[in-house]
Structures are given as C-alpha cells and as structure tokens.
C-alpha cells in the first residue's frame, strides 16, 4: 500500500483559503487507491529551504513525495521589480541574479528530499492567478525555468501547475494566490494519478498537465 507525503507550502496546505470545503489533502486521500493513505507536511507560507525541516518529519513507511515550493520564493523577490534600472538589459541582469540564487536553494532542496530514497514529483508555480500584474506573472517563468532545470537533471517527474489551474475558478476568493476547492481537485487528482501510475523505477521527467 502507497503512502503519499505532501511537502511544501499552501498549494498543499490551503485548508484555511477553502472553508467549509475539502482541502487538497483531502481530495488526494479521496483519489489515491483503496488502501493508500496520505499525509500532509507542507505549511503554509513555506519557502523552499522550509521544505527541508519537513523531510525530517517524513513517516517512516512513506512511499511517495511530492514537493510543491518556489511561489513563496517569488513573492519574496518581487520586491525587485520595482528596482530603478537603466536599460532592459540591467533589469534583465538583476532577475538573472534572482534566479541563480533561487536555483542554487532549489537544488540543496531537492538533493535532500532525493536523499530520503523515495519516489519524488515536484510543481511548478502557476502564473494565471487572478488580480496579479504581468510583470510579476512574467517573472515567474524564471523560477518555473529553474523548477524545470533541475527536476529534469533528475529525472523525476512534474505537475505542471501552469497547464493546470487556467482558470479563475481555480483560486480561492479568500486569497487569489490560492488553490480553490476547484483548482485544489484538479491538483489532487494529477498527484494521486502520478503517484499510482508512473513509473518511477525509470529516472525520466515526464511533465503531467
């Protein structure tokens, strides 16, 4: 029997954006099949180096994790847009800062979680929210870019978020940057479907939407 472990932050953990309604665990347990059990460590508000502290929490019969990081890091960093710059290319070069720093703490994090030897998917961060300027939006394909990179040079497989939650429903109306009950099923369904039907014995990337 498969033990899904969520790490992360409130693409997971969004039971307080969706009252009253199931969250993204609880559509996952729903999902899996009969027998598998799941469990949630990804918090709220998380950046990627959170997700570490958490695998030291892992249940010791877990058999697959799924990493959901990245979207916090964003917002941390946009504060860069507003940066005064002379010329597209010195803005071009600040965010290629940004996204060399974010790959260097995405990829520790992924080597740790690598490291606990269980079968491993990661998200994208999705860039269709609601209420949210081009430029922040646009910006994230630098980080997506990273996610990609590095999932790919370790051949584990990706929910592509971008190509999941498209449409307006998909957000909670408490918070736009959230996963509504909507958008939260169509996540919990690709996970449970990940984690019954891939071949993770093979280390290839195979982009889920």
Known sequence: MGHVVLLGDSIFDNARYVPDRPPVIEQVRRGLPVGWRATLLAVDGSVTDDVIAQIGQLPDDASHLFVSAGG????????LLNEPVDTVG????????????????YRVML???????????????????????????????????????????????VIDL???CTDPGDYSPLSPIEPS???????AGLIAD????HDFARPRTIVYA
């Open 194 to 197: 990940v984690a019954a039907r």
């Open 181 to 187: 009950v909507v958008g939260g099923a169509k996540i």
């Open 111 to 157: 080597r740790a979680v690598l490291a606990a030897g269980k079968p491993t998917a990661v998200c994208t961060v999705y860039d269709t929210v609601p209420e949210r300027a081009g430029g922040e939006l646009a910006a994230l394909g630098l980080f997506n870019e990273v996610i990609l990179r590095e999932a790919a040079a370790a051949g584990v497989p």
């Open 162 to 164: 971008r190509l999941v």
């Open 90 to 105: 010195d803005a071009l070069a600040l965010l290629a800062e940004a996204r060399a720093d974010f790959r260097e703490h």
């Open 72 to 79: 916090n890091d964003a917002l941390a960093g946009a504060y």
